[in-house]
C-alpha cells in the first residue's frame, strides 16, 4: 500500500485535533470500568499484606521468631533506602541564639551531604549537666520548625529538662528546592514539592522519604556531639508527616531509645484501600512488596518505649491504626515488654494538640527521668517564623550560592551511575531482558488467555471487533480489532495516552489507506481509555492524573508501565495465536506516555518489527531535569537509571526499528 508511512504521518497529526470526548460506541468493557485498576491493585497489595500477616503470626509463637523477625524487617528497609549519599563533614554554624525564661534557642544550619543544608533550630534548657534529648520531626506546614504547635512541643520538653532539636524537613520553610532566582518557590507547596522530587529520586534508586531519613541521621549525629546532650538518652518524636519521619527513624538509628509518633500511624493496606496514596515522603517503592507495614517500622524498634499519640477524628484512620497497634501490643507482649507500649487518643483531629503535647513530654520523662508525674503546659509565647531562620535570608538557596538541592543531587548520582550502566549494557540480551522484566515487575511466563467477543462496531466503511482478551489475575484488555478480508501479512497495533476511543475518531477518515492484507488493533492497556481513572480521585496538587494507581503500582512492586508492558506482551501473544494474524509482522504506533511502554515490549518481544514513537519522552534523564513536568508517575521503574535509559533500549531493539516522531 503507499502507505503506512502516510497513515502514521496522518496519525500523528491527528493526534492533536481529537475530539474533547470520548465516543462510547467504541466501548468493549459492559461495566463500571473507572475502578479496575484500582481495584486489582488493592487486590495484589491484599495478597501481599495477608502473607505479611502470615509471617507475624508464625513469628509470634516464640520469643526467638519475634526477633527473627524484627530483624528481617531492619535488613528490608535498609535495602529500600541503601541509595543515601555519603555523608560530609557537618561543619555547623550557630547563626543565633535568641534566650528564653528557663532555655535558649540556638539557630543552626548544618551540612547533611556536601553542600546540602539543613536549617535547625536548638532549644537548650537552662543548667548544668547532660540532659535527655528529643528529636522533633515537623509535619508538611510550611513554616516547618516554627509552627506553633511544634514550637510549643519544643518549649514544653525544654521547661522539663530536655534539650530539642527541631528540623526543617525538605522542601518547607527554609529548604524549599524547587524556586527562582529570588527564591520564590514554584509549586503550591511542600506537598507538592516532595511529590515531584520524589519522582526523580526513584528513579535512580532514592526517596525524598530516605533523604529525609538521612538528614536526620545527621541531626542525630549533630545532637551526639552536643556536650549537654546525654547520648544514651534520646528519643524521637515526631506529628503528621513528621510522624510517618519518626517510624521511619525508629526503624533505622539504633541510637533513639524513645519513640513517640503522632497523627499519622495507620494501616498502609487501609490507607491505600480508602484515601488513596499520601504524599511524595510518605512512602517508598516496594514496601508492600517487602511485606511491610505501617507497624513493622516500630516493631523494628521494640521494645523500645514507644507512645502513639492519636486523634479519634483525625483524617487518618483511626481504625487502621488500631489495627496497628494491637499487632504492636502483641510483639511487645511476646517481648515481655507490655509496659513500654502506649496508646493516647484524643477526641479531636489532626496534629499535636496541648493534650497530646503533656502526654508525650511525660512519656519522655517517664523513661529518661524515672518520673510519671502529669505535665502541665502553660501559656508560653513563641516567635515568628522569620526569628527563627537560621539563615539570612530565609532560604538555604539564596544563603548558599552552591547549594546542591534534591535536584542537583539526583543529576550527580545519574551521572555516577555512568559506570554501572555501561555494566549492564555489556550483559547479554537475555540477561539485560530478565533484568528489565524484573524492574517492571513482569513474570517470565505468559498465562493462558481467553478471547471474549462482544459485537461489532463500524468506523466510517471499517469494522471492528469488540474484545475483551482475559487473563487470569489481570486487568481485561479491551481491543478494537479490523480484520483485513484476506490472511493478514502485517498487524498495525495503535495505542495513545488519550484512549483508542480518540483513535476511532480518526481511523474513520483512513478507511482509503487500509490495505487489504493490513490488520489493526485499537487497544486501552490499564488505566488508559476505558479503564482510565476518575480525575477527582487525584488530588490536582501532585500533578498526576493517575497518582493513586502509580503510587499503588510503585508499593506493590508492579510499576504502571511494567503493567503496561505486560498487556502489550498478552496482545502479541494473542497474534500469535490468531489464524488470522498469526506470522505478520507486528508494528506498533505508541503516543506519549504510551511510547515507552512500547519500546519496553519491542525488546521483550522480538515478534515486535517496527515500531513509530509520537510525542514521546526520549530519556528518563530528561525527567531528572524537568522535575515540575506533570503526569509522568506512570512511567517510573524505580533504580531504571542505575542500569538504563530509553536510548539504551532503542540501540538493543536495533536502531532501524525505531522512529520517533516529535
Known amino acids: ?46 495478597l501481599q499484606y495477608q502473607d505479611r500477616q502470615f509471617k507475624l503470626t508464625n513469628a509470634l509463637q516464640t520469643r526467638a521468631g519475634i526477633q527473627a523477625y524484627i530483624q528481617s524487617v531492619k535488613r528490608k528497609f535498609k535495602d529500600l533506602v541503601v541509595q543515601l549519599p555519603p555523608k560530609a563533614a557537618l561543619q555547623a554554624q550557630i547563626n543565633g541564639t535568641i534566650k528564653q525564661n528557663g532555655y535558649r534557642i540556638e539557630k543552626i544550619v548544618y551540612q547533611s551531604f556536601e553542600n546540602h543544608h539543613v536549617t535547625s533550630n536548638l532549644y537548650v534548657p537552662d543548667g548544668q549537666g547532660k540532659f535527655p534529648a528529643v528529636l522533633l520531626f515537623c509535619g508538611h506546614e510550611d513554616a516547618a520548625k516554627a509552627t506553633e504547635s511544634y514550637q510549643k512541643t519544643a518549649i514544653l520538653l525544654a521547661k522539663n529538662g530536655f534539650v530539642v532539636f527541631v528540623v526543617d524537613p525538605i522542601s518547607q520553610s527554609e529548604r524549599v528546592q524547587l524556586v527562582d532566582e529570588q527564591g520564590k ?69 539504633e541510637r533513639v531509645k524513645v519513640v513517640v509518633p503522632c497523627s499519622y500511624l495507620a494501616s498502609r493496606a487501609h490507607t491505600f484501600e480508602t484515601t488513596g496514596a499520601a504524599d511524595g515522603c510518605a512512602q517508598i517503592p516496594g514496601e508492600g512488596q517487602n511485606n511491610l507495614e505501617m507497624a513493622d517500622y516500630l516493631l523494628a524498634a521494640a521494645p523500645k518505649p514507644t507512645l502513639i499519640l492519636a486523634g479519634r477524628y483525625d483524617f487518618i484512620d483511626y481504625r487502621g ?104 549494557a555489556q550483559l547479554p540480551l537475555t540477561e539485560k531482558k530478565k533484568k528489565i522484566s524484573k524492574l517492571l515487575g513482569i513474570k517470565q511466563v505468559i498465562e493462558p488467555f481467553a478471547l471474549e ?3 461489532k462496531v463500524t468506523a466510517g466503511s471499517l469494522e471492528f471487533e469488540k474484545i475483551i482478551l482475559r487473563q487470569a489475575n489481570q486487568v481485561p484488555l479491551p481491543l478494537l480489532v479490523h480484520y483485513p478480508k484476506q490472511k493478514a501479512k502485517k498487524v498495525v497495533i495503535w495505542l495513545s495516552d488519550k484512549g483508542k476511543n480518540k483513535l476511532a475518531d480518526s481511523i474513520s477518515k483512513l478507511q482509503a489507506h487500509v490495505a487489504t492484507d493490513v490488520a489493526l488493533i485499537l487497544a486501552d492497556v490499564r488505566g ?62 505508541a503516543v506519549g506516555q504510551l511510547a515507552p511502554v512500547a519500546l519496553h515490549a519491542a525488546l521483550l518481544a522480538p515478534q515486535i518489527t517496527k515500531l513509530n514513537l509520537y510525542q514521546s519522552s526520549p530519556t528518563y534523564e530528561q525527567f531528572l531535569h524537568e522535575p515540575l513536568a506533570k503526569d509522568r ?9 542505575s542500569y538504563y535509559d530509553l536510548p539504551q533500549l532503542v540501540q538493543w531493539i536495533g536502531p532501524e526499528k525505531v522512529q520517533v516522531h516529535l
Open 633 to 641: 508517575y506512570g512511567l517510573v521503574i524505580p533504580k531504571v537509571l
Open 528 to 589: 488508559v481509555g476505558e479503564t482510565a481513572d476518575k480525575a477527582e480521585l487525584n488530588d490536582p496538587k501532585y500533578f498526576n492524573r493517575e497518582y493513586r494507581n502509580a503510587l499503588l503500582a510503585l508499593h506493590v512492586g508492579q510499576p504502571l508501565i511494567g503493567q503496561r508492558t505486560t498487556d502489550l506482551l498478552n496482545l502479541v501473544a494473542m497474534i500469535e495465536r490468531d489464524a488470522n494474524l498469526q506470522g505478520a509482522n507486528i508494528e506498533i504506533n
Open 185 to 253: 518557590a514554584l509549586t503550591r507547596g511542600s506537598t507538592t514539592e516532595h511529590t515531584l522530587l520524589n519522582l526523580s529520586s526513584n528513579l535512580v534508586g532514592s526517596s525524598v522519604a530516605a533523604y529525609e531519613l538521612f538528614d536526620n541521621v545527621r541531626a542525630m549525629d549533630y545532637l551526639c556531639g552536643r556536650p549537654e546532650v546525654d547520648v544514651n538518652r534520646i528519643g524521637c518524636a515526631g506529628n503528621s508527616g513528621g510522624g510517618m519521619q519518626t517510624i521511619y527513624f525508629a526503624a533505622f538509628d
Open 1 to 46: 500500500m503507499k502507505t503506512l508511512g502516510r497513515i502514521i504521518l496522518f496519525f500523528g497529526l491527528q493526534f492533536v485535533v481529537v475530539s474533547c470526548y470520548s465516543q462510547k460506541q467504541f466501548n468493549v468493557l459492559d461495566w463500571k470500568t473507572d475502578v479496575s485498576l484500582n481495584t486489582y491493585l488493592v487486590q495484589q497489595m491484599d
Open 321 to 424: 491504626m488500631l489495627q496497628s497497634f494491637a499487632d504492636l501490643e502483641k510483639v511487645y507482649q511476646r517481648l515481655g515488654a507490655s509496659s513500654k507500649l502506649s496508646l493516647f487518643t484524643f477526641d479531636d483531629g489532626h496534629g499535636i494538640s496541648k493534650p497530646k503535647r503533656e502526654r508525650a513530654v511525660q512519656w519522655f520523662r517517664q523513661w529518661f527521668y524515672h518520673d510519671s508525674k502529669p505535665v502541665k503546659e502553660e501559656d508560653w509565647p513563641t516567635l515568628s517564623e522569620q526569628e527563627l531562620w537560621a539563615t539570612a535570608k530565609g532560604k538555604v538557596s539564596l544563603d548558599y550560592p552552591n547549594e546542591t538541592n534534591i535536584t542537583t543531587q539526583n543529576l550527580k548520582v545519574f551521572r555516577q551511575q555512568q559506570k554501572s550502566r555501561a555494566v549492564f
Open 453 to 455: 467477543q462482544k459485537g
